[in-house]
C-alpha cells in the first residue's frame, strides 16, 4: 500500500489502539436537516474532542466546521439522490482536487449491492478507488441498504467482500448476527454504523458486540448525536472501542457524564 495511503489510514484509525470512533454527520446530503442536525456545527462543536475523525459532506465541512481544528475528515463524495427517489441512483459528487484541497485524510462513498443501481455504484466505487490510488486518498465505501433487502450477514458479508475486492480500503456496515462471518470475509477493515437510534444502552451494546467480533471501531451518527447526551454517550462509545470497556461500564459512564452535564445546565 502507498505510504500516502497509509499515513492517512492511520490517521483514521489509531495506531496505538488499531481502533476508531468516527462521528458520521452526513446524513444532510440526502435526507436534509436530519433531527439533532438541524444546526451542524451546534451538534458538532461539543463532539470534537472526542471524535477519532468526521464523516461529512464538504458544504457542512466548510460551514460548520472551523478550519483551525486539526480533526481528521473522511469526506462523503457521493449523492445526488434524495430521500424522496430511488437512494441508489448515487453518483460522484465531489472532485478528487476538491477532497485534497480540503486536506482529508480520506473520501467515503455508498454502495448499493442488490438495487436498482448496484452496477452504477459499484462502478463509482472503483473509479474513486482508482483517482484515491493516484493520490494517496484511502476510500472508504458504505454497504447502503436498500428497503428490499435484509440486513443479514449473508447479505452484508457480500456487499463488504464486494467493496474489498474492488479496492475500498475500509468499509462501513452494519451490524447483524453472525457479524464474524461479514467481518472474516472481508480483508480490509471494518466499522459500523449504528442505524436509528437505539436506548442508548443498546446502542453501546451493539459497540461492543460489533468490536468483539473483530470491527475496528464504529462510525457513528443519530446513537450519538440523536443522545439526550450526545457528550457523555460519544465517551461511553470511546471507552468500548479504545479501552475494552464493559457495557455495563460505558453505561455507568454515560449516566454519570449525563447527570454532571445535566446539573451544569440548569446552574
Ligand atoms: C448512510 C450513511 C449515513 O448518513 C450515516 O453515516 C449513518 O450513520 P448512523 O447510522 O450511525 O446514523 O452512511 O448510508
Known sequence: MDWGIKNRLSRIIRPDTGRTVMLAVDHGYFQGPTTGLESPRKTITPLI????????????????????????????????????????????????????????????????????????????????VNMGERYGIPVLAVTAVGREMTRDARYLALACRIAAELGAHLVKTYYCEGFQEVVGGCPVPVVIAGGKKLPERDALQLAYDAVHAGAVGVDMGRNIFQSDSPVAMIRAVRSIVHEDATVDKAYDLYCKAKDKADKKAST
Open 49 to 128: 474532542p472526542y471524535a477519532d475523525c468526521l464523516m461529512l459532506t464538504r458544504g457542512v465541512l466548510r460551514t460548520s466546521v472551523d478550519a483551525s481544528c486539526d480533526v481528521p475528515i473522511v469526506l462523503r463524495v457521493s449523492g445526488g439522490t434524495s430521500i424522496l427517489k430511488e437512494l441508489s441512483n448515487e453518483g460522484i459528487t465531489t472532485s478528487i482536487e476538491e477532497a485534497i484541497r480540503l486536506n482529508a485524510a480520506g473520501m467515503a462513498l455508498s454502495i448499493f449491492v442488490g438495487s436498482e443501481y448496484e452496477r452504477q455504484t459499484l462502478l463509482n466505487l472503483s473509479r474513486l
